[in-house]
């Protein structure tokens, strides 16, 4: 079992930064391959950014591709997505997820956060 808390969401202004967090419990932290998805309102949730266990390999939705990055500390059984350059259309709640799998499908994860508003104004 994986518990997953995600925080950093906020409002902020069209161009700005934010960094969000998900602490996950357990030992088994640094098994998992780690993701972030997001929802916006009325629309699919959506693939943002994976990334492997060993922090080798990075995977990017084209939307957010050069202004987003995915890390992990698995010291610190926590994952993060620093969000720059943010677009109107980036408002959505973001989710991090914990899955055995690398992949863009939301499908193959086990595991979700409660999700944390990320809302960009003008």
């Known amino acids: 079992q994986v518990q997953l808390v995600e925080s950093g969401g906020g409002l902020v202004q069209v161009g700005g930064s934010l960094r969000l967090s998900c602490a996950a419990s357990?030992?088994?932290?640094?098994?998992?391959?780690m993701g972030w998805f997001r929802q916006a309102p009325g629309k699919e949730r959506e693939f943002v950014a994976a990334?492997?266990?060993?922090?080798?390999?990075?995977d990017y939705a084209t939307s957010v591709k050069g202004r987003f990055t995915i890390s992990r500390d698995n010291a610190k059984n926590t994952v993060f997505l620093q969000m720059n350059s943010l677009e109107l259309e980036d408002t959505a709640v973001y989710y991090c997820?914990?899955?055995?799998?690398?992949?863009?499908?939301?499908?193959?994860?086990?595991?979700w956060g409660q999700g944390t508003q990320v809302t960009v104004s003008s």
């Open positions: 357990g030992r088994t932290f640094s098994r998992y391959y």
């Open positions: 990334i492997t266990t060993s922090s080798g390999l990075a």
């Open positions: 997820a914990a899955s055995r799998y690398y992949s863009r499908n939301s499908e193959m994860y086990d595991y």
